[in-house]
């Protein structure tokens, strides 16, 4: 059974604050994924990672970076916390291998920059 | 890039009626299509999914049609029960890239006892 974590649920920043946001699967999946989830907008894609060092923008990676050092592990940083970042933030990861697409999502984290 | 629209935003049926719901994509290209099911205060999971060379597939009471041509596909729940409130989201595989996923902007269907 895929099992995808996240360092926290529930997180309180304040503006200019430098935030990490943890994920960690133990399914040994290449493919990482941060997105954030915003009432009527869906999932959007900040970035994504699809082996150790590797990493490729999403759809909307201003304002934030992303670091994998080992496999398991794939952190999404705030290098500035600002109010419109505060979101629900959710990690996913998957098989790199063709024919294995499914995606296997982390509890979240919902983010407050006040 | 992929763009994937989802509607209705909302959906209320009673007990034991249908749901549908429509989403359609822009990259003819894409070819795998995956709904993902998320009750309240949990996380997204994958319900059903279909490849673009397959028009339709169910399971038990979910099941999913494509239509490549006007590029849309439908997720369709039958005899619906209190426990399928949730909100659902389609998404489309990226053509250049297959690790690459476009979510629909969910549904939140609320199914009445």
């Known amino acids: 059974d895929v099992k995808v974590t996240q360092s926290s649920r529930y997180l309180v920043k304040r503006t200019g604050e430098k935030v990490f946001l943890e994920c960690v699967q133990d399914m040994d999946h290449e493919n990482m994924f941060w997105y954030r989830q915003d009432p009527g907008l869906g999932l959007r894609l900040i970035y994504f990672?699809?082996?150790?060092?590797?990493?490729e923008k999403g759809d909307i990676p201003e304002g934030y970076s992303v670091s994998r050092e080992k496999k398991e592990r794939f952190s999404l940083i705030l290098e500035s916390a600002s109010t419109n970042q505060t979101s629900m933030y959710l990690c996913?990861?998957?098989?790199?291998?063709?024919?294995?697409?499914?995606?296997?999502f982390g509890p979240g984290t919902r983010l407050t920059v006040l | 890039g992929e763009n994937v629209e989802q509607h209705p935003s909302t959906l209320s049926v009673q007990e034991g009626d249908s749901a549908v719901i429509k989403c359609t994509y822009s990259?003819?290209?894409?070819?795998?299509f995956p709904w993902y099911k998320q009750e309240l205060g949990k996380r997204p999971q994958l319900i059903i999914d279909?490849?673009?060379?397959?028009g339709e597939k169910k399971d038990q009471r979910i099941a999913v049609t494509l239509n490549k041509t006007a590029k849309h596909f439908s997720l369709h729940i039958t005899e619906t029960q209190p426990e399928d409130s949730a909100v659902y989201f389609c998404?489309?595989?990226?053509?250049?890239?297959?690790?690459?996923?476009?979510f629909g902007s969910g549904t939140k269907l609320n199914v009445k006892p």
């Open positions: 990672s699809y082996d150790v060092k590797m990493k």
């Open positions: 996913a990861s998957s098989l790199g291998l063709a024919g294995k697409n499914e995606q296997f």
């Open positions: 990259d003819s290209a894409s070819n795998y």
């Open positions: 279909i490849r673009s060379n397959v």
């Open positions: 998404a489309a595989r990226g053509a250049n890239n297959f690790n690459k996923f476009y």
